[in-house]
């Protein structure tokens, strides 16, 4: 750790910036050794922001494809956890953004009329009831549980 509470991929801030600056030449396996620590606190990051594991995944791959293309312009005015972090939410954010508008299940119907007939309650007991999931023979105890459900509803 160092006193800013980031960890260092090889232990110590020299380290970093020998990795760093062999990356910027064109060394993929020093930016490898450079970004490794990160990506697994990186996905977690972009998991929590999409809500999908796959999504994730992709947008892990996006950052660290941005972060290599874009390697020689970092200045080193911050972290370089902070740039990545930066990289990984505006890639989530993309995302975000190219999904699809989800279609609700209240969007099926027709817009319902404040003032108009009311529908009865849900319980009503003319309405026809789906079978209890109790009801299935050869499960052991199954019409005592029937009866107690029946009893309930």
């Not at 996905?43 to 999908?52: D, F, P």
Request: aromatic letters at 10%.
């Amino acid at each position: 750790m160092t006193d800013s509470g980031t960890t260092s991929p090889g232990g110590s801030p020299e380290r970093e910036r020998e990795l760093l600056l062999a990356a910027q030449n064109g060394d993929g396996d020093a930016f490898g050794r450079l970004v490794g620590p990160y990506q697994r606190e990186l996905q977690a990051h972009c998991y929590r922001m999409l809500g999908s594991y796959a999504d994730a995944e992709d947008a892990l791959q996006e950052t660290l494809l941005r972060a290599w293309r874009s390697l020689a312009r970092f200045e080193g005015r911050s972290s370089l956890r902070s740039w990545l972090y930066r990289i990984a939410t505006n890639a989530c954010l993309r995302a975000i953004e190219r999904r699809p508008t989800r279609v609700l299940p209240m969007d099926y119907a027709p817009a319902a009329d404040p003032h108009g007939a009311r529908v009865g309650p849900v319980n009503d007991p003319g309405r026809a009831r789906a079978p209890s999931r109790w009801a299935v023979r050869g499960w052991p105890g199954w019409r005592s549980r029937q009866a107690a459900w029946e009893a309930v509803w």
